[in-house]
């Protein structure tokens, strides 16, 4: 790999802790694709992990239950046809998949009041409106 992957400031993925895992990719590749093994499978074991910091790690394991198995989380990469640039693209994936599961909450929203003076002016605007149109309505005009 080109080097440490960054999950969120100093944090990167540990490469003791990721398990790869090679096979033939369905993609292009001509003569030689029957005999590479060029898709890549990366593997990381949230649950056991000791580089990611406890609250972060709550956090991911929170939000990546329905992708985690037995506290796995796998990514998959095969659109080069190389294993060296599926490997590099597997691992950017799996970092960033891991940044965003381990960011923290957005803030609340806090609900914006109308001002005083935009809600009386539009109910005298809307009031003006009305006696406009009942004033229409008198039969010493026709």
């Known amino acids: 790999m080109s080097g440490p992957y960054f999950i969120r400031g100093s944090v990167s993925l540990p490469e003791a802790e990721l398990m790869w895992r090679f096979s033939r990719s369905s993609g292009p590749g001509g003569q030689h694709v029957n005999t590479s093994d060029s898709q890549v499978e990366l593997r990381f074991d949230l649950a056991r992990t000791e580089a990611l910091p406890q609250v972060w790690k709550e956090r991911a394991l929170h939000r990546l239950a329905g992708r985690l198995v037995d506290g796995v989380v ?34 609340p929203r806090r609900p914006t009041r109308i001002p005083r003076g935009i809600n009386e002016r539009r109910l005298r605007e809307k009031k003006q409106h009305s006696e406009r149109k ?3 309505s008198g039969r010493d005009w026709t």
Do not use: D, I
Request: charged share 30%; proline share 8%; glycine share 2%.
């Open 74 to 107: 796998s990514v998959r990469a095969s659109e080069h046809r190389s294993q060296w640039r599926n490997r590099e693209a597997a691992a950017v994936r799996l970092a960033a998949l891991l940044a965003e599961a381990t960011a923290p909450p957005p803030k």
């Open 134 to 136: 009942r004033g229409r």
